[in-house]
């Protein structure tokens, strides 16, 4: 008799166990999430203001997302917002995307491409934070996303090298150089340089004929048109432990040329003309070319340090550099005209 005591306890705690408890409602609590999906729900500490999910790599496996950016908009119920870097003053500008717990420092490189810049692969885990946490700034916002890196002690230097070929002959290179150094002290160096060559896809050649509203011809257009220019940027960041806090220094310069050119050759009446009259007209546009372009630049600075376990300072400095050039040709039947504009600003 008290061996089937014994056996009945047993069964009834195993049922209870697979079925989890049971709510005031008779429903029971959901299970939590298998140890393949890479969600993780983060626990609470009694009185905390938080609400957060952990999601590892593998979670995103499946999706195979290239950059950090692409994660981040993977993750369930969350909206990226890349904030506003044309506004003045530093904290009005942020996103709700923090990297390694900390917001970028960069004006010039907005949000998303600066997620751009890190590889899927170099992500560990992202979270996402609801509330408030006393480690972490929210920027502002009740909601964030936390993207923290793999952690490396070692140096890497890591070299890129694309080209993307189109059917009229345009073809459009690119390369990237993007280097880590680590100190033995706390000292590290992340950069990068990069430069590629693009192609407007909306830009091509082909015919455009137009009639009148009784179908008579007006004209017959051969258009060639072709647009594309040169994109690249460089950028450092260094930081290393100092009085009794975190320094971190960086630098960015990104430069922009873009180019467009329309050649018309055109056959139209004049009247009641019995041959038709050959024109040519050609526009060329520049943002930029050998001697000008779109160029931004920053070098700023960022300081960390805590006082005690309940104050915390934050100083940042920034200067920023912008200048950029513009130029417009067009030439045609009984007309030509001439644009140039440049602009500078600090």
């Known amino acids: 008799m008290r061996r089937v005591t014994q056996d009945i306890l047993l069964f009834g705690a195993l049922v209870f166990l697979a079925l989890g408890p049971v709510k005031a409602d008779g429903q029971t609590s959901p299970p939590p999430p298998a140890a393949g999906q890479g969600q993780t729900p983060a626990v609470n500490r009694p009185g905390a203001a938080t609400a957060n999910?952990?999601?590892?790599?593998?979670?995103?496996?499946?999706k195979e997302p290239k950059t950090a950016f692409d994660m981040v908009n993977l993750l369930p119920g969350f909206t990226f917002s890349i904030g506003d870097n044309t506004i003045r003053g530093y904290a009005a500008a942020a996103g709700n995307v923090l990297i390694d717990g900390e917001r970028v420092s960069d004006k010039q490189f907005t949000l998303d491409t600066v997620l751009q810049h890190i590889p899927a692969d170099r992500v560990d885990y992202i979270e996402v934070i609801a509330g408030t946490r006393p480690d972490l700034e929210m920027l502002g916002q009740t909601v964030v996303a936390n993207v923290v890196r793999k952690k490396s002690t070692g140096n890497s230097t890591i070299v890129t090298l694309l080209d993307g070929f189109f059917l009229d002959g345009r073809?459009?290179?690119?390369g990237t150089v993007e280097v880590t150094r680590r100190g033995g002290k706390g000292q590290a160096f992340s950069g990068a340089a990069s430069a590629a060559q693009y192609v407007e896809l909306a830009e091509?050649?082909?015919?455009?004929?137009?009639?009148?509203?009784?179908?008579?011809?007006?004209?017959?257009?051969?258009?060639?048109?072709?647009?594309?220019?040169?994109?690249?940027?460089?950028?450092g960041v260094f930081s290393a432990p100092r009085w009794k806090?975190?320094?971190?220094?960086?630098?960015?310069?990104?430069?922009?040329?873009?180019?467009?050119?329309?050649?018309?050759?055109?056959?139209?009446?004049?009247g009641n003309a019995a041959f038709p009259v050959p024109a040519t007209s050609s526009l060329h546009e520049y943002l930029?070319?050998?001697?000008?372009?779109?160029?931004?630049?920053?070098?700023?600075?960022?300081?960390?340090?805590?006082f005690g376990k309940k104050i915390t300072s934050e100083s940042v400095a920034l200067v920023d550099f912008t200048t950029q050039t513009y130029?417009?040709?067009?030439?045609?039947?009984?007309?030509?005209?001439?644009?140039?504009?440049?602009?500078?600003?600090?």
């Open 171 to 174: 073809n459009a290179p690119s």
């Open 288 to 306: 930029g070319g050998p001697l000008g372009g779109q160029l931004v630049s920053e070098v700023g600075g960022h300081f960390d340090r805590s």
């Open 53 to 62: 999910m952990r999601y590892n790599a593998d979670f995103f496996a499946d």
């Open 204 to 235: 091509g050649n082909g015919p455009q004929i137009r009639h009148d509203k009784e179908g008579n011809l007006l004209d017959r257009v051969s258009v060639r048109s072709a647009a594309g220019g040169l994109s690249a940027y460089t950028y």
């Open 327 to 346: 130029s417009s040709n067009l030439v045609s039947p009984g007309a030509y005209g001439r644009f140039a504009d440049k602009e500078r600003v600090g």
């Open 245 to 270: 806090g975190k320094l971190s220094l960086n630098g960015s310069v990104a430069r922009t040329d873009y180019a467009y050119r329309e050649l018309d050759d055109t056959t139209y009446q004049e």
